[in-house]
């Protein structure tokens, strides 16, 4: 790998919520997020509960989702087990009831404990207020998790794209080096 292979990729790492796998190809923008991924400008794993929730349903979605690193929970010392409580007091104030909202307090765990950005449509809308989106702020003031949608997420990567060509194109200028062949392809 050489100096300029090391610069086009990002420690940008996200995490796919269940209800991102893209496996008939409509999701736009994770269309994006994907291809990115395959050219090693972002990395983007899943948590276990939402890979396995992926999984369900058809073996196109099983292929999607499997095709994932995943995370594990794992959650062993009394920090980790205080921050998933808490996580559990913001997402569903009576306490996770159903597997569906205990897998959803495991991936906004997951996503923390990994250092990742979580990327879901879950909630945030008129149908559907709370959810991990409609909590996202309460999440990032309380426990630095940054949660966002797909398009969200595409319009971060694209700014640091951006920003990452402009330090290429200037640093080419003033070494009077070629500019790596990814800078504005990207």
Known sequence: ???????????????????????????????????WRRDKVISINMAQPAQNEAAYGSNNRARK?????????????????????EIERVLFPEGASTQSEKNDV?????????????????????????????NRDKLQQLLGIQVLTDGEAVVLVRKLI???????????AITGQPLPEWVGKD
């Open 162 to 172: 951006r920003e990452r060509d402009d330090r290429e194109r200037t640093e080419s």
């Open 65 to 85: 989702a499997y095709r994932y690193v995943f995370t594990m929970t794992e959650s062993r010392t009394p920090e980790e087990q205080g921050i998933l409580k």
């Open 106 to 134: 495991e991936i906004v765990f997951n996503a923390r404990k990994y250092g990742c950005i979580l990327v879901t449509n879950d909630g945030g809308s008129r149908r559907q207020p709370g959810g991990i989106l409609g």
């Open 1 to 35: 790998m050489t100096d300029h292979d090391r610069r086009r990729i990002y420690t940008l790492r996200f995490q796919i919520d269940a209800n991102r796998i893209n496996a008939s190809g409509q999701l736009e923008n994770m269309n994006k997020l994907e291809r």
